[in-house]
């Protein structure tokens, strides 16, 4: 794995606990990025050392997200099955699929597989196999509508 693709991965993850931290408290974003700037991305806490993050990456992906939610809800819950909503969604899971959504609404330059094998990675993260591959099944619908692949 390259430097730049594994501080793109960890700005994939951190722009996942940030676009919670959003959802749950209501943080303005301009306050929620420069939270995350000053304290916890590629800070050490509790002596632990975070990984170094993409810091424009995360931004792109926190600021995209939160600009066009509406847009990217639609979408996501165009691929949910028959009978769930958004908000039937774990909240975690919800903006990982928000992010990954973006990402390929967004980031033509970032391949496909990549887009949804860095969020399925993610989700294993917060979740089991059973709901990575959900990430894994949803980003795919979502890719093949908006990138036609």
Known sequence: MTAKSNTRSTARLAAVQALFQHHMEKTPVPRLLKEFHDHRLGAEIEDEQYQPVEVEFFDEIVI???????????????????????????????????AGAFELMARDDVPTATVINEYVDVAHAFFNKKDSGFVNGLLDAIAKQVRGS
């Open 64 to 98: 995209g997200v939160s600009e066009k939610r509406d847009e990217i809800d639609a979408l996501v819950t165009s691929k949910l099955a028959s009978g769930w909503s958004i908000g039937r969604l774990d909240k975690t899971m919800l903006q990982i699929l928000r």
